[in-house]
């Protein structure tokens, strides 16, 4: 089955397929979200290990499907061929923390909102936090589709689907996370779902300019793998990880954790 999902991404478009397997993450936001149809509340550890999960995917996700290949695509030897990912990942980190310090949010474990001030609702910070996480996601499938198009042997359509797949798993609790406090919080169960879904709008958006930016600068490419690594990296450690300390389920999420590495380097050897 995966090798006609890969044939079938062959056949069209590269930009077109970053759409579509951003489209795809999307939807697994989507069912996350969808599950305050029936459940009002969900156990915090349960929350906390798969907010754990995510991290690890992100982690993984930024080693195999990001970083190797850039430094692997890069000519030279010594500081020369690693210094293009050195360079994109610092630079994704920074553009992060610039988002981070200017949009206005409120992370679900935090009581303190981050970013300029602003009159937006806790729900809608809650949403802003979340959307935050899903611009790196959406940028890293869309690199590597737009390194496709740009015919980069490193670049294959094959990385590229399990780059998507692996980040659409761990897109499914992204959507529970966000979704359940709101209903917590007493928002209606469409609202909630509407509000969790809508967090990962920003992927398709990220994934279509980043394909076009690679295939029109195609010399960027190892700069872009390196740059959505560095802003996943900052993400999981500015964000994710810190959420999931604040309980008293500290073990739980770093075997989430653990289990999201495992589940995305497994992914992406196996596969891509």
């Known amino acids: 089955m995966f090798q006609d999902i890969v044939a079938y991404f062959t056949s069209i478009d590269p930009i077109l397929a970053a759409l579509y397997a951003s489209l795809f993450t999307w939807f697994l936001t989507a069912l996350g979200a969808s599950f305050v149809f029936f459940f009002k509340t969900m156990n915090r550890t349960v929350l906390d290990g ?124 992204e959507g529970i996370a966000v979704a359940m406090p709101l209903r917590r919080m007493g928002m209606s169960r469409w609202k909630s779902f509407m509000y969790g879904q809508s967090s990962a709008l920003v992927e398709p958006i990220a994934a279509v300019l980043g394909a076009f930016a690679v295939t029109f600068f195609t010399p960027i490419l190892p700069y872009a793998l390196a740059f959505a690594a560095g802003a996943m990296i900052f993400v999981v450690v500015e964000e994710v990880i810190p959420e999931t300390q604040q309980d008293k389920n500290t073990d739980i999420a770093t075997l989430g954790f653990v289990g999201g590495f495992i589940v995305m380097m497994t992914l992406d050897v196996a596969l891509g």
């Open 50 to 173: 798969m907010l754990g999960f995510t991290g690890g995917v992100m982690v993984a996700a930024s080693f195999w499907s990001l970083l190797a290949p850039a430094i692997e695509m890069t000519g030279g030897e010594g500081f020369s061929k690693v210094m293009p990912a050195a360079v994109g990942f610092f630079l994704g980190a920074l553009f992060i923390f610039g988002i981070d310090k200017v949009l206005p949010h409120i992370h679900i474990n935090f009581k303190v909102t981050e970013g300029i001030k602003s009159p937006w609702q806790r729900t809608t910070l809650l949403v802003s936090a979340i959307t935050l996480h899903n611009i790196p996601e959406g940028l890293a499938v869309g690199v590597l589709f737009g390194g496709v198009a740009a015919g980069i042997p490193e670049a294959s359509i094959a990385a590229a689907v399990t780059l998507a797949i692996g980040i659409g798993i761990q897109n499914f609790p």
